[in-house]
């Protein structure tokens, strides 16, 4: 019996013990649960400021542009009561400037008078900022300008609120010799001041753009006469104006007598090559030599110009070449402005441009003698086709300065 009952409190005293471990192994398996449904508050996110994405859009504050191709679109923020100056290289200037529509944007032609290389634009009463509500930002004016060396540049006027993001000066950086080896590459006009360019032409939109360069320096001119003398400077004027031809036999006559000189000059270069005896340094495989003809008296001026090959292949020149300018200088020696003068004749050794390696080609040039100032000089350019871009120039010695 006694047997019995230790066996019984045994197994009794077993369950318990079993009880008793298996409710901690419960709690351990649920605290996990609600561990896991807990979610972490995620921290509000800063949000974005819209200021530094205008300026990825146009230029703001102050705007400094290196133009390297012919049409370019220059974007810049504009305020009302407030203006954009536009500085250009002071070799070159606008030729033509085609304005929208005027309530929207104005040139100021005054300032434009006074400083021929700079352009003032000012804002229309048309002219005011998008909604604050407003994602995107287009232009609300356009002004198209091109310039005296024929380069176009296109600028677009984005209206923004805040003063200080207007656009206070715009500079455009570039070479007019690059600009002018590129469009006559392109067979394009260029140094669209001189007359046989159309220089003397008006402007499409006579009412918002400024007159010709030189019409305008003439205008000022005359503007700072007294009045009594006005009528007489203006009949003088007439009275100097060239007169036609009198008869076509004098031009014909002229004209063959400038063939003749310059075939003349050809046939010495051709025979006698070493009477080109100062060259200039080799500019993309070309060298340049020049000779003067003696002043003979006549009204008319031949130079011939000698392009030596120094490369190892074959090279082609730019047609209608050389090209002739007045090159005009500061007293430091920089080139502040190049235009080019026509010719009135041209012969040449090589009629296909193409010189061969280590050989020559000849160029007589009959011209029209300008009249210099003291700080301008005759310059000639030879350019190829692999360096349109970069001409060969050789520069005419002056005598009497």
Avoid at 107 to 128: W, Y
Avoid at 385 to 395: L, M, Q
Wanted: aromatic share 4%.
């Amino acid at each position: 019996m006694k047997v019995i009952l230790s066996f019984a409190l045994l197994l009794c005293t077993s369950a318990f013990l079993m009880a008793q471990t298996t409710a901690p192994k419960t709690e351990r398996t649920n605290r996990p649960r609600t561990r896991a449904h807990r979610a972490s508050k995620p921290s509000p996110s800063p949000a974005p400021n819209s200021l530094p994405k205008v300026s990825e859009d146009f230029f703001v504050g102050e705007a400094k542009v290196d133009v390297t191709k012919d049409e370019t679109v220059v974007r810049l923020a504009m305020a009302q009561h407030a203006s954009v100056l536009i500085e250009l290289p002071a070799n070159d200037g606008p030729r033509y400037i085609i304005p929208g529509d005027p309530e929207m944007a104005t040139v100021d032609e005054k300032a434009l008078e006074r400083n021929k290389r700079a352009i003032v634009v000012r804002p229309g009463t048309q002219f005011v900022p998008p909604q604050h509500n407003t994602k995107a930002r287009n232009p609300a004016a356009t002004v198209t300008a091109q310039m005296r060396s024929g380069l176009v540049v296109t600028f677009l006027f984005y209206p923004v609120e805040d003063l200080a993001q207007n656009v206070h000066r715009c500079v455009l950086n570039y070479n007019r010799d690059e600009v002018v080896a590129r469009r006559r590459a392109a067979g394009l006009p260029v140094n669209l001041d001189d007359k046989e360019q159309g220089g003397e032409k008006t402007t499409a939109q006579s009412t918002a753009a400024p007159t010709p360069i030189k019409i305008e320096q003439q205008a000022t001119s005359e503007r700072t006469v007294a009045s009594s003398t006005t009528e007489s400077k203006a009949t003088d004027v007439k009275s100097v104006q060239p007169k036609p031809p009198a008869s076509t036999a004098n031009s014909a006559s002229e004209n063959s007598e400038i063939a003749a000189s310059l075939h003349s000059a050809l046939d010495q270069a051709t025979k006698h090559p070493k009477q080109f005896k100062n060259w200039t340094r080799t500019t993309h495989g070309l060298k340049l030599s020049l000779l003067e003809t003696p002043d003979s008296g006549k009204p008319f001026r031949v130079l011939t110009v000698a392009v030596k090959n120094t490369s190892n292949v074959s090279v082609t020149l730019l047609p209608n070449g050389p090209q002739l300018s007045v090159e005009t200088i500061d007293d430091q020696g920089t080139t502040v402005n190049v235009h080019s003068i026509p010719t009135m004749q041209t012969e040449t050794s090589s009629p296909s441009g193409v010189i061969a390696p280590g050989g020559r080609a000849y160029f007589v040039i009959g011209f029209t003698p300008p009249v210099l100032n003291a700080h301008q000089q005759l310059k000639i350019t030879v350019a190829q086709t692999n360096a349109a871009d970069e001409p060969a120039s050789i520069k005419l010695a002056t005598s009497g300065r």
